[in-house]
């Protein structure tokens, strides 16, 4: 059975700020914070149907709450790490909250796994979206994370207040830079009951859209991978409140990340199909896990490839190739009926 997550929201907690883009309690569900019978009680109920899983403190700022809230979760989810039933714990907290101090305490009480919400590496852009800390804050707490014998993992947003594709470029390039165990790309959504909704509505933030994250993370993604860093999320988890009416505007969409391959491989696509000429008969083959991504959601990326190279006929097809991989053949039409 595959390792699972057993996802226990504290929403705001420790935040010393509301970030402009910020209502935890919308894009988790969760109205409270955990207590330590939740984090018992979602233990329970995950053991029911899974093994090997491990715990995980999402929302808010885990090493910000008082260091006797801390300790009382954490001991709640003790006898179950003790006992093996859970293999261990990762949580989420702020680049301005790490130290020496509280990495002992972490690493006492059994986490192996630090997520830090870096979310740009441009400080004007932290500014303007009400962070609280700065680039360097992310460069310390992560080589202090790193040094200790943690995971790290850093998370990004992409279309921030005061951002454009440069900067977030710039970002991307510089988190690769401090080589995390993985990373979190999060385009940015306009959520109900935020800052930035109120931005957006009175005309001073314009919307990152869907298709801006796209392209954008498109270009991003491969920064990663070449410094062979796992993108492990990119976009918000679809829930009901967001997909209900919650995220207003900006790049929320349930299959963003499947968007994202879809265009690198359309771009692969285009690179590759350069010097054919009108008229001919193509396919494409690809990993066979890869076919939805090569043809793209309703057939984006056939319809753009025909009428870019105004190619007669193009087929999808799975091959033995590397998955990311495209090979091209050129032939002629009754042969790929």
Request: include cysteine; charge should be negative; proline fraction near 5%.
């Amino acid at each position: 059975m595959r390792n699972s997550i057993i996802p226990v929201f504290i929403p705001h907690l420790g935040c010393p700020h509301d970030c402009v883009f910020c209502n935890q309690k919308r894009i988790s569900g969760s109205l409270l914070p955990a207590c330590p019978e939740d984090v018992k009680r979602e233990i329970e109920a995950a053991l029911s149907i899974c093994e090997n899983a491990e715990l995980a403190f999402y929302g808010g700022s885990f090493t910000a709450i008082p260091i006797e809230e801390q300790r009382a979760l954490l001991d709640a989810a003790a006898p179950y790490l003790e006992s093996g039933s859970i293999s261990s714990i990762r949580l989420s907290t702020r680049p301005d909250a790490i130290n020496e101090e509280i990495l002992a305490f972490l690493k006492e009480k059994g986490v192996k796994t630090i997520e830090l919400g870096s979310q740009s590496m441009c400080d004007s852009v932290l500014a303007a979206s009400w962070r609280g800390h700065t680039a360097a804050d992310t460069e310390k707490a992560a080589e202090m994370i790193k040094s200790a014998g943690f995971n790290l993992i850093l998370q990004m947003m992409t279309g921030l207040p005061g951002s454009d594709f440069e900067k977030d470029i710039a970002s991307a390039r510089r988190i690769a830079a401090l080589q995390p165990n993985g990373v979190r790309i999060y385009p940015t959504v306009i959520i109900r009951d935020t800052a930035l909704a109120d931005m957006w509505e009175e005309g001073k933030y314009t919307e990152h859209s869907v298709e801006d994250a796209v392209e954008l993370c498109s270009e991003i993604l491969p920064i990663f991978e070449k410094a062979s860093i796992p993108v492990i999320r990119m976009g918000l988890n679809p829930s009901d409140e967001l997909s209900g009416g919650d995220a207003l505007g900006g790049a929320y969409h349930p299959v963003l990340g499947e968007m994202v391959q879809s265009r690198i491989y359309l771009k692969k696509a285009r690179e590759l199909l350069k010097d054919v000429k009108a008229g001919e008969s193509i396919v494409l083959l690809v990993h066979p896990s890869c076919i939805s991504k090569m043809t793209g959601q309703k057939r984006s990326n056939i319809n753009a490839l025909m009428a870019e190279f105004e190619l007669k006929e193009l087929k999808i097809r799975p091959f033995d190739v590397k998955n990311g991989e495209i090979m091209v053949q050129r032939i002629a039409k009754e042969e790929i009926m």
